[in-house]
């Protein structure tokens, strides 16, 4: 009997085990984006609400080039702002 119990409480504590590992993890780190006005989008970069329209637009980069839209210049093909 004493063996039977402690069978149950080992394969109880790996189960309680196996279920906190496959929670997701919840941050609160970021919070979540406000409510923007009608007319207006959240920028994450920015944290901020910003009017449609506004913020980096593309630029018409030569052949062979690509808009990086976190410094919004043309770069090379292969090439990131890091090298």
Do not use: K
Not at 47 to 58: A, D, E, H, N
């Amino acid at each position: 009997m004493r063996n039977l119990i402690g069978r149950l409480a080992t394969a109880l504590a790996l189960a309680a085990a196996a279920l906190a590992c496959a929670m997701p993890v919840v941050s609160s780190a970021d919070p979540p984006p406000p409510n923007c006005e009608p007319g207006q989008y959240w920028d994450p970069t920015g944290s901020v609400c910003r009017p449609l329209g506004q913020g980096p637009q593309p630029l018409n980069c030569d052949p062979g080039q690509y808009w990086d839209p976190t410094t919004n210049v043309c770069r090379e093909l292969g090439h990131t702002a890091a090298g």
